[in-house]
């Protein structure tokens, strides 16, 4: 049985109480050669946090010279079949770490379709079209413009549509802008899904140079497979058997416009 989180006993989130944000990675390689990089590798054992079989981890971050960050993330199962959807939970806010909310900031996400949650925010198994409705990111748009027509601000996986500017097996997934600064992130990937989130459980703490953060002081853009994909055949399967590779790729690209 998976190991439960505090947030929820029946919810098993981020991989369990200790997942692996939690744990001791090694470093396997590192260099400047084409571009400056560095692989940490994780092996997960039996049973660790409820999850079946060892399974060798790895994620390797490389530094482009056009202002890309390059995450890489492979698995590959040693001896049982389990489920894998490895996510980087990164917060953004483009306008500076202390600038106080990202309502402000501007959104694209290349998705018609979300997976509608049910009271404990876990995909029910269906698909919603975006169109009219507060999910609709399709074209850039102010997060407060609909903001206060999702409860409890948006925590939601979006169901990435492929697009022609393919880079390497890679896919347009999602902008974030800060008209202000002009600064813009975009962000590729070749996972099937992406869960935007507000920061809507972000307690007040302090952070760097004495800051405060507060409720949605920053923004996620996780790509990822779809949250409880194992309990729903319609969606694209997260289990992976033993020999079978997992491999996901992120590229964030930075400029200013």
Sequence with gaps: MLTATSVNPNVTLHGGKKGFDKVLWGVKRFGCEPD??????????????????DVDVSITYTLSGDFELRTEM???????ATPISLAQHTYWNLAGHDSGDILGHYVCIQASHITPVNEHLIPKGDYLPVHDTPFDFRNLRQIRESFGNVPGGYDHNYVLEKVDNDRNNVHFAARVKDMESGRVMDLFTNAPGIQFYTGNFISEMEGKNGSKYYKHSGLCLETQGFPNAVNQSNFVPVVYRPGQAYKHCMIHRFFTE
């Design 74 to 80: 492979e698995a590959l199962p040693i001896n049982k």
């Design 36 to 53: 400056p990089f560095v692989e940490f590798c994780y092996r997960s054992f039996d049973g660790e946090e409820g999850f079946p079989g």
